[in-house]
């Protein structure tokens, strides 16, 4: 079942780059003025002091990379102030945007638990503070549909520089909230994917035998082909190597019913690609495998483009026409991990 109202799912954003530089840089304004929160004030002052004004804030969050590991530096900026405090503030107002200016139906947020939570813990402390971050989300997700009618559910993020034992941790809490969160995934730096990949292949095994949905970042730069984690997902995050430098795996793809998560924006940003032409054969393979793609922003905030202008600029640059944009917009939908299948009738024109 899929929309009817040509609004878009969003399968792939980052909480960590989802919040505009504005809001976050006005949220530190106003912590640094207020005093009642000691430690609110105190990494309002931290922040404000290292980046007194917006522009260096902003500039901090969204310059140009040229790989990978450089581009997800960010996200160290951002996750600190994403706390348990913080987050029920920025989940409305990021629902917000999403549905003021995207026309978004329904989100899948994906991020990392464990960044959002005090360091050093001991594992089983980590887990009540973790799951009190699932829940804040989630109940500021169901305050925030009120006014913005959009289907939300959490995708909880492994790390690949993460030990073995936290990422199972982060498993094993998507097994027991499973109605905040639809799924898994995994993401971090490509270096330490290839370091950590059997312990990242076994937990994603855990999550499957647990019963839980998996996607998983890979194949999004020439460094990150790791073929042994693909049996596990039901959806690829990324994947654009597959057909660019593997097309004999497509067939398999075909067969297991994935389907890709396509983030153009991240790609000229951490300098896996350099023109929009590189991406036409990605999505003619897949076409012509069957293969579906959800067309996906990543970390929007970071990039400056909202997911209808993905589309856009994937249509006017040749590499999608109308029907295959439609295509891409329904097959987010039919790849939902939580998708109702309805409309809410506030949607409706008047
Ligand atoms: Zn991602």
Redesign the pocket.
């Known amino acids: 079942m899929t929309s009817t109202d040509r609004s878009y799912a969003e399968l792939?954003l980052?909480l960590g780059g989802a919040v505009l530089p504005r809001i976050l840089y006005t949220y530190l304004q106003r912590r640094k003025q207020d005093r009642s929160d000691p430690e609110q004030h105190s990494l309002a002052t931290t922040y404000l002091r290292r980046y007194p004004t917006f522009e260096k804030f902003e500039r901090r969050l969204t310059r140009p990379c040229d790989t990978l590991e450089k581009y997800l530096e960010a996200h160290k900026v951002t996750e600190p102030l994403q706390s348990q405090a913080s987050m029920a503030y920025f989940i409305n107002r990021l629902l917000r945007g999403a549905f003021a200016f995207e026309n978004i139906s329904y989100l899948e947020l994906?991020y990392n638990p464990y960044f959002r939570i005090p360091r050093g813990l001991p594992l089983n402390e980590s887990r009540d503070h973790m799951a009190g971050i699932v829940q804040t989300v989630a109940i500021a997700a169901q305050a925030a549909f009120q006014q913005f009618p959009i289907v939300f559910t959490q995708i909880l993020c492994m790390d690949t520089r993460l030990p073995k034992a936290t990422n199972g941790a982060i498993v094993e809490l998507a097994t027991e909230m499973p109605k905040e969160v639809c799924a898994v995934d995994i993401?971090g730096p490509d270096e330490a994917y290839r370091e950590n990949l059997p312990d990242i292949v076994e937990n994603l095994a855990l999550a499957k035998e647990k019963g839980l949905k998996v996607t998983g970042?890979c194949f999004e730069t020439p460094d990150s082909c790791f073929p042994e984690v693909l049996d596990y997902l039901d959806r690829i995050?990324?994947g654009i190597q597959i057909p660019l430098r593997m097309p004999k795996l497509l067939t398999q793809v075909a067969k297991r019913k994935q389907c890709l998560e396509v983030?153009p924006t991240?790609y000229f940003r951490t300098g896996t690609i350099r023109s929009y032409s590189e991406l036409k054969p990605v999505f003619q393979h897949c076409f012509d495998m069957g293969i579906d793609i959800a067309i996906c922003t990543?970390?929007s905030a970071f990039h400056n483009v909202r997911l209808p202008l993905e589309f856009e600029r994937l249509l006017t640059s040749g590499v999608l026409d109308f029907t295959q944009m439609e295509r891409c917009r329904q097959a987010a939908f039919r790849h939902a991990f939580r998708w109702p299948g309805t409309i809410d009738e506030r949607r409706s024109v008047l």
């Open positions: 792939h980052h994906r993401a970042h995050g990324h983030c991240t990543d970390n």
